[in-house]
Every structure is written in C-alpha cells, then in structure tokens.
C-alpha cells in the first residue's frame, strides 16, 4: 500500500512535470514561433528590401545596356564617318600632293623661262646701256662739232655781215656820187641847151 502511495505520487510528480515541461516547451515553442515570425517579418522585408534594390538596378542595368547599344552605335557610326573621312583625306592628299607637284613643275617651268628672259633681258640692256654711252659719246661729240661749227658759222657771219655793211656803204656813197655827177651833168645839159637857145 505503501508502495502504490508512493508510486502515484511520483506519477503524480512525474504528470506535474510532464505538463510543466509541455506548458514550457509550448510557451517556448511559442515564444520561439513568435521570434522566427519576426525574423520572418524582417528576413521578407529585407528580402522585398534587396529585390526593390535589384529591381531597381535592373532597371538601371537595362538604361545602362540600352546608353551602351546606343553608344556602341554612334561609335560604329564614327568609327565608319572616321574611315570615310580618312579615305577622302587620303584621297584629298594625293590630289593636293599631284596638284603641289604639278604647281613646283610649272613653277620651275616658269622660273627657267624667266631666267632665260631675265638674262635676254641682261644682254639686251647691257647692249642698250652700250648703245646708250656710244649715244652720249657721240652726242658730246656732235655737241661739241656743232659748237665749233655754230662758232665757225658765227665768225663768218660778222664777218659776211661788215663786208656788206662796208659794201653797202660804199655803194651808198657811189649811189650818191652818181646822183651828184648825174645831178651836174643835168645841169651842164641845161646850160648847154641854154646856150643853143641864146645862139639861134
């Protein structure tokens, strides 16, 4: 009898336990469900956090893809105006370097047909500037052959012209001789016609 007292006390015991540590395990279970639902909470909100984030450079990843297809573009775009601008350099280069060649050719064509020129030039005026001093030498000469005949012509001239003035007055002084004798030989008429008259 003693033996069963004992026995279901410690059942007793044994249930009170039991349910205590039921009613702590649920409270801790309870407790521990609660915590994992906050964490829960916080893990979706973090989660809905980083996948707003990821949306988010999606978005920006896509913008940046979409600037790069652009960019990619406009440089394949340069890059082609860049290959078409360096052929027409090109090409514009070969024309300039013919153009400049052909300008240098003409250029030394002119420059050795000026030289030619120039030094006909030279000869003809060194001729001309010979020429020119024979000119002058002959010139002076002439002046001087002009001077000495115009002087010549001069002295004769004076002379020439006192021989006619003494011959003009020796002719006036004849002239007037004349008239004196023809004067007298007048009056000798008369007389002499006087005479013939008292005589008849």
């Known amino acids: 009898m003693g033996n069963g007292m004992c026995s279901r006390k410690q059942k007793r015991i044994f249930q009170t336990l039991l349910l205590l540590t039921v009613v702590f395990g649920f409270l801790y279970g309870a407790m521990l469900y ?3 639902q906050t964490q829960l909470r916080k893990a979706e909100a973090v989660a809905l956090k980083y996948q707003q984030h990821q949306e988010s450079l999606s978005a920006q990843l896509q913008v940046v ?11 394949q775009k340069e890059r082609l105006e860049h290959k078409k601008a360096k052929e027409d350099f090109l090409v514009y280069k070969l024309e ?5 060649n052909k300008g240098r050719q003409d250029s030394n064509s002119r420059y050795s047909a000026l ?17 020119h001093s024979d000119l002058e030498e ?7 052959d002009f001077s000495r005949t115009f002087n010549e012509h001069k002295q004769k001239y004076l002379q020439l012209q006192q021989e006619k003035e003494q011959e003009l007055s020796k002719l ?25 008259q008292d005589v008849k």
């Open 96 to 100: 300039a370097q013919e153009t400049l």
């Open 34 to 36: 609660y915590e994992l």
């Open 65 to 75: 893809y979409e600037h790069r297809s652009r960019l990619e573009k406009s440089l």
């Open 172 to 196: 006036k002084e004849t002239v007037y001789n004349l008239r004196e004798e023809n004067r007298q030989l007048r009056k000798a008429h008369q007389d002499i016609h006087t005479q013939l």
């Open 115 to 131: 030289n030619v020129q120039h030094q006909m030039l030279k000869s003809q005026h060194e001729e001309l500037k010979k020429q």
């Open 138 to 144: 002959e010139h002076r000469k002439q002046g001087e």
